[in-house]
């Protein structure tokens, strides 16, 4: 009797087997999820001519008294670039402002319809918005070659103006995640 209680159950028994979730929507959600996370690792390296950047204007400006005129510039670009470009990394690791004091009381279910709604109503029309007009902006700046006005230096404007449509890009694909998480986390009651 006491080895029949420590026996394995069949396979076909009664008990609910545990539901795993489709293969090919873990596979969309992986592929994606990773995609963020490499670009957030490629992005995470722009910190390095940034830190280089500044050392030396600090290095110039002080100990040799030669300022440079480029170097405020090059610096407000690379982290301009960085704080964009690493927002859909931001948003997989759930680092975004949200408010998590009354959202993590919720059960499974209402946070994950909290955030479909949100993704589908609020998040994908303002991004759609932001890339219409974020390719506008760097378009037309790359049509006139639109260079600085305000420095002597007067750097070319259009790449740094390319990052906005390419932040769209990102966080398009990083919100397509995140709302197939939260979709899957409405019906089934537990997150992936």
């Known amino acids: 009797m006491e080895k029949a209680l420590h026996e394995r159950a069949p396979e076909n028994s009664d008990r609910p ?3 795993t979730p489709p293969r090919a929507l873990l596979r969309v959600i992986h592929a994606l999820d990773a995609f963020a996370e490499r670009t957030g690792w490629l992005v995470s390296w722009l910190i390095v001519p940034l830190v280089m950047v500044m050392v030396y204007e600090v ?3 002080y100990f ?6 480029w170097a405020h510039d090059v610096s407000f670009m ?10 859909a990394y931001a948003l997989k690791q759930g680092a975004h ?3 998590d004091f009354l959202y993590n009381g919720f059960p499974v279910r209402w946070q994950a319809f909290v955030d479909t709604v949100a ?3 609020f998040f994908f029309p303002g991004l759609g918005i932001f890339l219409w007009y974020g390719w506008d902006f760097f378009h037309d700046s790359w049509r006139l070659k639109e260079h ?10 259009y790449p740094f103006k390319a990052v906005i449509p ?20 409405l019906i089934k009651g537990k997150w992936l």
């Open 119 to 121: 993704y589908v109503f």
């Open 97 to 99: 402002i949200r408010t």
């Open 64 to 69: 040799f008294n030669a300022p440079t005129i």
């Open 148 to 157: 600085a006005i305000t420095s002597p230096w007067m750097p070319p404007l």
């Open 166 to 185: 390419l932040t769209g890009a990102l966080l398009l694909i990083q919100g397509v995640s995140e709302t197939l998480k939260s979709l899957y986390a």
């Open 17 to 19: 087997q545990p539901e």
């Open 78 to 87: 690379l982290y301009g670039a960085f704080f964009m470009l690493g927002a």
């Open 59 to 61: 290095v110039a400006r």
